[in-house]
């Protein structure tokens, strides 16, 4: 983990009991953490987008430090590394990745004697570390205002498809041909339309999105134009990410 003297935390977002928190050296992006107390002391799960560690706060010296830790009744000897930055942490497997976010608590002995903690809401937690390590700890843009959508022809009814993850980054891009103004709605996780762009005839438009997102264009009358588009994350033909909207 970064030192202290460097070392920068901003808050990113919170799931339940848990805090999501980004940490950076300078202006260098570290890695993502989901964090829990138990009244005592803190755990953080944490990840840089490529492996995960788990560490406590830790004041002693610094080097190897070995401790007792397992998921329920169970009970191993794990190595920690304590690096001056004020926690003891170490690396996790896949097998214990998957026994964070399954098992209800998780135990660990160290320098203040056994500490548990409940993991409720672990899984949840750790999947907005990693959306947070992805984005290198930069907070998404806020959707733009919703625009209010009545459904018109050849539309989809409101609700009935919606976003479902954040798991498949993709890029699109969106192509009026027709004669008329377009503007390009995205379909959110409660299916609710949210404008982004307004095409103008014979322009395009890039968009970063994810593989399960549903986009829509709608004319001002509120009519619908070239179905439901998904970006497919798989291709690496650019004409099948590419939209065009002509009628």
């Given at each position: 983990?970064?030192?202290?003297?460097?070392?920068?935390?901003?808050?990113?977002?919170?799931?339940g009991?848990?805090?999501?928190?980004?940490?950076?050296?300078?202006?260098?992006?570290g890695?993502?953490?989901?964090?829990?107390?138990?009244?005592?002391?803190?755990?953080?799960?944490?990840?840089?987008?490529?492996s995960?560690?788990?560490?406590?706060?830790?004041?002693?010296?610094?080097?190897?430090v070995?401790?007792?830790?397992?998921?329920?009744?169970?009970?191993?000897?794990?190595?920690?590394?304590?690096?001056?930055?004020?926690?003891?942490?170490?690396?996790?497997?896949g097998?214990?990745?998957?026994?964070?976010?399954s098992?209800?608590?998780?135990?660990?002995?160290l320098?203040?004697?056994?500490q548990t903690?409940?993991?409720?809401?672990?899984?949840?937690?750790?999947d907005?570390?990693?959306?947070?390590?992805?984005?290198?700890?930069?907070?998404?843009?806020?959707?733009?205002?919703q625009?209010?959508?009545?459904?018109?022809?050849?539309?989809?009814?409101?609700?009935?498809?919606?976003?479902?993850?954040?798991?498949?980054?993709?890029?699109?891009?969106?192509?009026?041909?027709?004669?008329?103004?377009?503007?390009?709605?995205?379909i959110?996780?409660?299916?609710?339309?949210?404008k982004?762009?307004?095409l103008?005839?014979?322009?395009?438009?890039?968009?970063?999105?994810?593989?399960?997102?549903?986009?829509?264009?709608?004319?001002?009358?509120g009519?619908?134009?070239?179905?439901?588009?998904?970006?497919?994350?798989?291709?690496?033909?650019?004409?099948?990410?590419?939209?065009?909207?002509?009628?």
């Amino acid at each position: 983990m970064l030192r202290p003297a460097v070392a920068q935390e901003t808050a990113y977002d919170r799931s339940g009991r848990w805090s999501i928190t980004a940490v950076f050296g300078g202006n260098q992006f570290g890695y993502c953490a989901a964090d829990v107390d138990n009244g005592k002391v803190q755990l953080r799960v944490a990840t840089d987008g490529r492996s995960w560690q788990v560490g406590v706060p830790f004041y002693g010296k610094t080097g190897m430090v070995e401790a007792y830790y397992g998921f329920g009744g169970a009970s191993e000897v794990g190595n920690l590394r304590a690096e001056g930055d004020g926690w003891a942490s170490m690396k996790i497997n896949g097998d214990q990745v998957n026994a964070f976010r399954s098992l209800p608590e998780f135990s660990i002995n160290l320098d203040r004697g056994e500490q548990t903690f409940k993991l409720n809401g672990a899984a949840a937690a750790m999947d907005k570390a990693l959306q947070c390590a992805r984005n290198r700890g930069q907070k998404p843009s806020p959707p733009p205002p919703q625009q209010n959508a009545a459904t018109g022809k050849n539309c989809p009814a409101i609700g009935s498809i919606r976003s479902q993850n954040s798991n498949a980054p993709v890029q699109v891009n969106f192509v009026n041909l027709m004669k008329i103004p377009l503007n390009i709605m995205w379909i959110d996780y409660s299916g609710e339309w949210k404008k982004y762009h307004t095409l103008a005839p014979n322009s395009h438009k890039i968009q970063k999105t994810f593989g399960s997102h549903p986009w829509i264009a709608v004319d001002a009358r509120g009519n619908c134009h070239g179905g439901v588009m998904f970006g497919n994350p798989r291709s690496k033909d650019e004409g099948d990410n590419m939209f065009q909207i002509w009628e």
